[in-house]
């Protein structure tokens, strides 16, 4: 059911300071390796090196050691310019904190990553409504982040990432900031894209229960990745009963 | 892209109105300034050349001075034991004649003129001078209110005429008509003199031209040339002569041929004596010139404040780029390159400066304006001195933001998206 490799990291080390006494590795050589249309999440106490190993996922840091492909492309070896437009093209980053641009509209910032791929205005905003009714946001197309609930700040933030059809949504503690009822919202808008889209998730949290609901929960601790099992409450569907 | 950039920098300029308005106040009274100080230079230079319009500045003078002399104002190769000038180093009436037959064609004349001095009648004092025909069309451009000019006739028999100002008339007959006819007299120098008024002018205004010719507030009585003589014109010498070119382009041209006319036939043989010209095109060209010239260093002057203002636009791009830190994560996070980046916020500096000029020509072409209009001259501000203000800004923009720019394009994306 599940298609090809989408991310494939190999012996992933990630060492800060190099070379200087106080020289530090975050990733003692992790393997991960993603597959198109899962839901997977990565789940760790703070210090496991969550943070270190999603920029490295994210293409916003390349590895001290190893190698990692994303979708057939060589991240390692790319250069900044072309870890732009991997991110752009195949990334979609949900963050904590949404991170909005502020006094642009909910549709001005679903437009941005289409901006940067160079696609013209009109195909634009058309896409940028579409995802906006996708996420449950088609009525506050023209509010400005200030003007939006947390909830609703990450159903825009979900339908920026979205926008360039990209190989993996990265979405690193969604609920983080928001109340249990909020989160449970986004988490529900997280099954339907990937149950009705077959979009491909990689989630990083620090709650075990938020892990439990997806496919496949990889364990980080200390820089290494320790255990990778199947999500309980995704395989029993007790998170569907939430969604209806 | 382009455009969204465009649209970007305005709601962000519209975002922080008060930091904007007060980020741009450098740019705007930098333009402002140097806007201002172009019109009214220019305003300057056109009304000079206007004020000294037609027969005025077609005047050549021919000045007799020693052999020695590069020009009339070299005093340095003065030669102070030279033997005195005498009455065969002078030009006279023999002169003209000869000047008349051979340029005649392209002379509108010679000018004669000669101070009399100040006269006092009753209350008034006037200055009077004598004229002929050529000698008052060089004395600016007037209209007869009453009576008429003086003729040819009263100009050859030297009859004892005159015509005078508006504010003479009104002041000493009573109004213009009234002074028609009637005698001026008082006493100039020693004499007692009377002349009989034939004509009130009024002369046009011309401020510029009292600014630089240092006009006296006196009022100035004209007579024919000849009334004012003692002798027979035929006696009197002249160490300098001043001739009227008919064009004006043909003032250069006269002013060589008729020198190297005078210097081979009638000083050829002078072992001291010979004449060296000057002309009012040269005259003011120089005006012209040091017009020029302080206009130039105002202007500059005026441009430190537009550096000033530069620094300014650059001091809040960093701090707007350093508030804006996470922005520039999340715009990395989701694709923007380093360039587009760069241009995002090159593009917002030069907003700012474009947006400031604006401003800055609308309120320096109120201000030149203005100030010319305070002069009582004409001046618009050039379209060469907009366009320049334009695309210096624009070079500003970039000049002062790409430091600034530079900086947010280099920002590494995860620190920045960590950044509180």
Known sequence: MNGDVVI?????????????????EILHGVDLTVREGEFVSIVGASGSGKSTLMNIIGALDRPSDGSYTLGGTDICAAADNELSHIRNKQIGFVFQTYNLIPRNTALKNVELPMMYARLNPFARKKRAKELLELVGMGDR??????????????????????????????????????????????????HKLHEEKGITIVLITHSNELAEETERVLTLMDGNIISERRGNAYVHGQYKTRVQ | MFMDNIRLAFSELFANKMRSLLTMLGIVIGIAAVITIMTLGEALQNSTKDAFGGAEANQIAFVVAQKGMKDVYDSD????????????????????????????????????????????????????????????????????????????????????????????????????????????????????????????????????????????????VYVPYKAGLNTSLDDVKFDQIIAIAKDSSDVKALETEISDYLNENKYGDNDTYKVLTVTMQSQLEMVDKELGIYKGILAAIAAISLLVGGIGVMNIMI???????????????????????????????????LV?????????????????????????ASASSIAASVLFSMAFGIFFGFYPASKAAKLNPIEALRYE
């Open chain 2, 77 to 220: 190769n003065r030669d102070e034991s030279a033997r005195k000038m005498k009455d065969s180093d002078m030009m006279d009436t023999r002169t003209f004649e000869e000047l008349g037959a051979r340029f005649g064609d392209r002379l509108m004349g010679i000018s004669l003129s000669d101070a009399l001095g100040k006269m006092k009648c009753d209350d008034e004092t006037v200055n009077v001078q004598s004229v002929n025909p050529c000698a008052l069309e060089t004395a600016g451009e007037m209209d007869m209110v009453a009576g008429r000019g003086i003729s040819n006739e009263e100009y050859n028999s030297g009859r004892k005429v005159a015509i005078i100002s508006k504010d003479t008339a009104d002041e000493v007959f009573g109004s213009s008509e009234a002074a028609i006819g009637r005698e001026i007299e008082g006493s100039l120098g020693k004499k007692t003199v009377s002349y009989t008024v034939v004509g009130v002018y009024k002369k046009k205004d011309s401020g510029i031209k009292d600014m630089l010719m240092g006009a006296s507030k006196m009022e100035t």
């Open chain 2, 356 to 380: 400031g000029s604006a401003i800055g020509i609308a309120l320096g072409m109120l201000g030149g304006s203005g100030l010319c209009a305070a002069m009582s001259i004409t001046g618009t």
């Open chain 1, 8 to 24: 494939d990291l190999k012996k992933i080390y990630k060492r800060f300071y190099e070379g200087s006494p106080n020289e530090l």
């Open chain 1, 141 to 190: 197309i023209s509010h400005t982040p200030d003007e939006l609930s947390g909830g609703q700040k990450q159903r825009v933030a979900i339908a920026r990432a979205l926008a360039n059809d990209p190989s993996i949504i990265l979405a690193d503690e969604p609920t983080g900031a928001l109340d249990s009822r909020t989160g449970r919202l986004i988490m529900d808008l997280f």
């Open chain 2, 319 to 353: 701090v707007s780029i350093t508030e804006r830190t996470r922005e520039i994560g999340t715009r990395k996070a989701l694709g923007a390159t380093n360039n587009d980046i760069r241009l995002q916020f090159l593009i917002e500096s030069m907003i700012i400066c």
